[in-house]
Structures are given as C-alpha cells and as structure tokens.
C-alpha cells in the first residue's frame, strides 16, 4: 500500500519557520519525484517545490521564492519542505505527492500519489 504521510504545520507568526515532513512507503524511493502542494484558501491548488531522488535535483517554485528549501534522509525515505519567513499568505494546507520515474528538472509533477496533507497556520 503506498503511502505518503505529511507532518510538521501547525500555527506559527509571520516571519516564523516550520518545517513539513513527507514519510513515503509502497513504492520504490530511489526514482521519484517528490513535491509539496499547497490549497490557499481562494486559489488553485498550487506547486510549491520539487525533489527528485534519481539525481537529487530540486526545484522551489516561484510562488515562494527563496524562503523554502528541501531536502530529503533516503534512508528514511522522507523529504522535508523547510519554511521560513512565514507570511499569512502562505497559510493554507500542504500536500506531499509523488510522480514515479519522474526528475523535477523535465516538467512539474502530475502525482500518482497524494498525501491526506497538512494545516499550515501564518498569523499575522
């Protein structure tokens, strides 16, 4: 059964930093694409970074500038969205999903998988 399982939102004050955890299991962590979206009250859902395992190449889409990294531990088979200077435009619910046999330098992913996601809070 795959399984992609965010932790880590929670509430926190503008300018502030939290950091979202992605646990994947069920499928092969070596060759896929790994990337956070996000649900913004009002808006599409949107890209907010990728993270592919095959050539460790990662990607932060503009929308968040360079306020968000990520990294991944593959003996754990996680991936973690680092967030700082949090805005209260960034409040909304993440989602971890993954793209099989993808690397995140061809195109955005279109996920196999997605995570139940997680309440990101930015009080102003």
């Known amino acids: 059964e795959v399984q992609l399982v965010e932790s880590g939102g929670g509430l926190v004050q503008a300018g502030g930093s939290l950091r979202l955890s992605c646990a994947a299991s069920?499928?092969?962590?070596?060759?896929?694409?790994i990337a956070w979206f996000r649900q913004v009250p009002g808006r599409e859902r949107e890209p907010v970074s990728c993270?592919?395992?095959?050539?460790?190449?990662?990607y932060i889409y503009e929308s968040v500038g360079g306020r968000f990294t990520v990294s991944s531990d593959n003996a754990k088979n996680t991936v973690y969205l680092q967030m700082n200077s949090l805005k209260p435009e960034d409040t909304g619910v993440y989602y971890c999903?993954?793209?099989?046999?993808?690397?995140?330098?061809?195109?955005?992913?279109?996920?196999?998988?997605w995570g139940q996601g997680t309440q990101v809070t930015v009080s102003s």
């Open positions: 993270f592919s395992t095959s050539d460790r190449r990662t």
């Open positions: 069920g499928f092969a962590f070596d060759d896929v694409a």
């Open positions: 999903a993954a793209e099989l046999g993808l690397s995140c330098v061809v195109r955005t992913p279109v996920p196999d998988y």
